[in-house]
């Protein structure tokens, strides 16, 4: 079964930019993907998701400033997140799930009761 590990977290000022990766064991090609983030003190949301023929579906507070992407075929996945936030610091977890006929789409793509793959999680913080 795949594995996630994610990379690219660290310590920005506001209005900063960060890239997150997050690279499988295996090819995802047939796999949704997304990012979730967890704050203290808040739920975990799901930031963008990713359908397998490549829909996507962000939350509205990142829309504009957040973009997910994928290497196609391939096994690795990105987060750029740029313009960022106080209010974007959290864990972010990349999650994937196999989907080769593509039922998740939509806000599907951000509900993490969908997913059975996920990273270990990555820091961001931002402060100045």
């Known amino acids: 079964q795949v594995q996630l590990v994610e990379s690219g977290g660290g310590t920005v000022q506001p209005g900063g930019s960060l890239k997150l990766a997050c690279v499988g064991s295996?090819?995802?090609?047939?796999?949704?993907v997304a990012w979730f983030r967890r704050a203290p003190g808040k739920e975990r949301e799901g930031v963008p998701g990713?359908?397998?023929?490549?829909?996507?579906s962000s939350l509205d507070s990142v829309r504009g400033r957040f973009t997910i992407s994928r290497d196609v075929a391939g096994n690795t996945f990105y987060l750029q997140m740029n313009d960022l936030k106080p209010a974007d610091a959290a864990i972010y977890y990349c999650?994937?799930?196999?989907?080769?006929?593509?039922?998740?789409?939509?806000?599907?793509?951000?509900?993490?009761?969908?997913?059975?793959?996920w990273g270990q999680g990555t820091q961001v913080t931002v402060s100045s």
């Open positions: 999650a994937a799930v196999f989907d080769p006929t593509q039922i998740l789409t939509g806000d599907g793509l951000r509900r993490p009761t969908f997913y059975d793959r």
């Open positions: 295996e090819s995802l090609g047939y796999y949704a």
């Open positions: 990713m359908a397998v023929r490549g829909s996507t």
